[in-house]
């Protein structure tokens, strides 16, 4: 009581100055007991001491960069918080994300939630394997395969895009289709392929997962419907598509934003979590959460006003039962189609647009690439490759590997808890609670499984290295029970594209010297990739 008045006598700069003494006190005390006997590990002082250490570097957009410098200076175990500890070991793979180990997601994923836990974020182990069960089949190579016609339609639509402005671009014309436009010059087209992988991507996923596509390849722009209101949307849901009433906003760019706000917002602790919503940089990404789940809440509710047989993520999501039977309920169901947005957009449009930069950094490497699709697809003159013409070439497919590694669009260490009883890691015992992750990017740069040259884009090292070494070592979907259950589409997607796209084109850098600039919030994105595009004689 007597605390209480003294603290209330004290005006704001004093309360100010004492709650800091007291967070300060607070992280010391933290250090000084360890509780999970961390001390010993290497790490940025302030790691130790403190989470805003990695909050800063997380926000600075190159996490996996600076996690990669700090395993070379230490080694294999760095600790990056006051409670995680980073392994660069490939066998930790293995032990840290492994089936039946017990360990789960951290309270990272805790900021990726929007309308309700999804697959991606969920922490619960029999909420997972319920929704996992529901969710898995409808991705098996078999289901994913009724999905190509829709994904090969848009791919269409980018060609005929790409096509137009070539033969325009030959003649010396410019104009404004797409982020940034394009110009001719040179006999070729000059554009930024990023923002034109995104709307294939979401083309593809809102199609997929909504029943429509987002039409960014028809108006050669990033927008998409959003519900004015969330609550009348879900009301509206059995209604009319006309009871919604909607804007349009600039879907790529809010999970953009959304992203590097959640992989910021989830390495801070809980407490401070509400008072860092309050500054303005937050506030920017906690909108895009809000506009997101806007998004699917209208494209769903559209769709299923459309009573459809069409074969999509949806309609087997609804068809979709848990082991007693139940479905998923409406708001569940919107959670999921949601979940399939944002794991299944900038995913694979970041990768494709990696693959076309390397491709065009590497002449030489495009010219082999280009030898094996024309032998392989041979006269056929569909602009458009089949999943079956494409499977099975082994240097689009080393192509396509060697960018996943060397470039790691997810290349984080994703953080998991030690489960009770404890964990034991490359000889190391850690106790529960402990959050343990394996940094994707830097296994990928293990000199002894990929070579000296591990900086090198340099798809033939796929028919060099150890097969065994390898499959232990890549790691673009990560391992076991939350290892990317969208992996089978992500590869005859990446397949598809990459392999129709390379036929048909020829790929330069505007500035060959310049560095392919990342960007790092969830995954890592490029921020741009200005190329000059020209039709090969196919
Ligand atoms: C090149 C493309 C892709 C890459 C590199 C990728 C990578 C990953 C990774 C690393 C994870 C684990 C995330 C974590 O543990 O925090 C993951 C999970 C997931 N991915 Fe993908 N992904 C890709 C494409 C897709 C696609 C196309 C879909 C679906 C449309 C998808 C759906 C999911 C879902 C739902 C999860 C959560 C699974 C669970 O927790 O059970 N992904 N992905």
Redesign the pocket.
């Known amino acids: 009581m007597a605390i209480a008045e003294a603290l209330l006598g004290l005006d704001w700069k004093a309360l100010l100055g004492l709650l800091f003494a007291v967070v300060v006190l607070g992280h010391i005390v933290a250090y000084v007991v360890d509780p999970h006997a961390l001390r010993a590990y290497p790490g940025p002082t302030l790691a130790k001491f403190t989470d805003l250490w990695l909050g800063r570097t997380v926000a600075l957009g190159h996490r996996s960069e600076v996690v990669h410098e700090l395993h070379q200076k230490y080694g294999t175990f760095v600790r990056i918080a006051p409670n995680h500890l980073s392994i660069a070991d490939p066998d930790a793979l293995q032990v840290v994300?492994a089936h039946g180990n017990g360990s789960l997601?951290s309270n990272f994923?805790d900021a990726f939630v929007s309308i309700q836990r999804?697959?991606?974020?969920?922490r619960s182990r029999p909420e997972?394997a319920r929704?996992?069960k529901i969710?898995?089949h409808i991705?098996s190579q078999k289901s994913v395969l009724e999905f190509e016609p829709n994904v090969r339609l848009y791919i269409g639509q980018l060609i005929g895009n790409w096509d137009r402005l070539c033969e325009a671009g030959a003649k010396g014309l410019s104009g404004n289709d797409g982020e940034g436009g394009w110009r001719g010059r040179d006999g070729r087209v000059w554009l930024d392929c990023l923002p034109w992988y995104n709307y294939l991507a979401f083309d593809i996923?809102g199609d997929?997962?909504f029943g429509s596509p987002f039409g960014m390849l028809k108006t050669c722009q990033d927008s998409a419907p959003v519900a004015v209101s969330q609550q009348d949307a879900m009301a509206a849901y059995g209604g009319k598509d006309s009871d919604i009433e909607v804007v349009h906003v600039p879907a790529v760019q809010i999970l953009n934003d959304r992203g590097v706000y959640s992989a910021s917002m989830g390495v801070l602790p809980p407490w401070m979590r509400p008072l860092a919503k309050k500054l303005p940089w937050f506030s920017k990404g906690n909108k895009a959460v809000k506009s997101l789940a806007g998004i699917a809440i209208a494209a769903v509710a559209k769709r299923l006003t459309m009573p459809t047989d069409r074969v999509d993520?949806l309609g087997k999501l609804q068809d979709g039962r848990d082991d007693e039977g139940r479905p998923m309920g409406r708001e569940e169901l919107t959670a999921?189609a949601l979940?399939?947005?944002i794991?299944?957009?900038d995913?694979?449009s970041?990768?494709s647009c990696a693959i076309t930069y390397h491709l065009a950094h590497n002449p030489h490497v495009q010219e082999k690439l280009h030898k094996e699709l024309d032998e392989a697809l041979g006269t056929d003159d569909n602009p458009v490759a089949t999943f079956e013409q494409v499977k099975k070439l082994p240097y689009l497919e080393a192509v396509i590997n060697e960018v996943?590694r060397i470039h790691s669009?997810?290349g984080i260490g994703?953080p998991r808890i030690v489960p009770e009883g404890g964990l034991t890691v490359c000889g190391r015992t850690f106790p529960e609670g402990t959050v343990l992750s394996v940094p994707?990017f830097t296994i990928h740069r293990d000199k002894e499984v990929w070579g000296e040259d591990v900086d090198a884009f340099r798809p033939e090292r796929w028919f060099e290295q150890d097969k065994n070494d390898i499959q232990r070592t890549f790691?673009?979907?990560?391992f076991g029970?939350?290892?990317?259950?969208?992996?089978n589409?992500?590869?005859m997607?990446?397949l598809i594209i990459v392999g129709s796209i390379l036929r048909r084109y020829h790929f330069v850098l505007e500035q060959p010297d310049k560095p392919f600039e990342i960007l790092e919030g969830?995954?890592r994105k490029p921020v741009e990739c200005v190329v000059g595009i020209k039709r090969r004689d196919v």
């Open positions: 994300y997601k994923y999804g697959l991606f974020n969920t997972h929704k996992r969710v898995s991705f996923i997929l997962a993520l999921e979940t399939q947005l794991a299944g957009s995913t694979t970041n990768s996943l669009t997810s994703l994707t790691n673009p979907f990560s029970p939350r290892s990317c259950v969208g992996r589409l992500a590869s997607e990446l969830f995954l």
